[in-house]
């Protein structure tokens, strides 16, 4: 079964922090997690793309009038998501190893991989039943165009409701399981998606 996952991040080119990752299930299952990591939050806030693109997304508030002073809001439906990273790590775990036969695919999915493995440590704790490796759909996305003979694929004009919170992990995944189910009409058996 496929899994379309997403992780929001922290990245400084030499180590990769986890914010918020949501995972999407072709059935339509999905579990959405905000890593409790007070210094991981606070580089986002001071990072100003960061600040403007995803910490909006994210559980916190200002402890006064500037964001960089914050303090987390558990008062935000999202609170009941804000979990430790050894929590958080066994909830994916176990998120993917009770999906029959896991597929992983993520946007760009070379980052997002690499984040979720480092939630078990080394790549030999990877637990059993995750996938070593996760699919990626831009690859897919040019596979498709070029078996139809096209430079781009359309993406249907239903799908920009979904991304219209692009960098909130849940958006993003679910918008990548909306371009898996497009990609697989347009090449059919290609990754076989069940219809949603």
Not at 9 to 20: A, H, N, Q, R, Y
Not at 21 to 43: C, K, P, S, T, W
Request: include cysteine; hydrophobic fraction near 40%.
């Amino acid at each position: 079964m496929h899994i379309v996952h997403d992780w929001e991040f922290v990245e400084d080119g030499t180590t990769i922090k986890p914010l918020s990752a949501a995972f999407v299930r072709e059935d339509g299952r999905e579990l959405y997690v905000i890593i409790r990591n007070h210094d991981h939050i606070d580089q986002a806030v001071r990072h100003p793309w960061l600040r403007q693109n995803v910490v909006p997304y994210l559980p916190i508030m200002p402890r006064h009038d500037d964001i960089k002073d914050w303090v987390w809001n558990r008062n935000h439906p999202d609170w009941v998501h804000v979990m430790p990273a050894n929590r958080a790590a066994l909830a994916i775990s176990s998120f993917i190893r009770a999906t029959p036969d896991p597929w992983l695919w993520a946007w760009y999915s070379a980052y997002d991989h690499v984040v979720m493995c480092q939630g078990w440590g080394k790549m030999i704790d990877l637990p059993n039943g995750v996938p070593m490796q996760t699919d990626d759909i831009k690859t897919l996305e040019k596979i498709v165009a070029r078996r139809r003979r096209v430079r781009r694929i359309s993406w249907p004009s239903a799908m920009d409701k979904i991304k219209d919170n692009e960098h909130d992990a849940r958006a993003d995944a679910r918008w990548g399981m909306a371009a898996l189910r497009h990609l697989d009409t347009l090449s059919p058996g290609l990754i076989s998606i069940t219809k949603g």
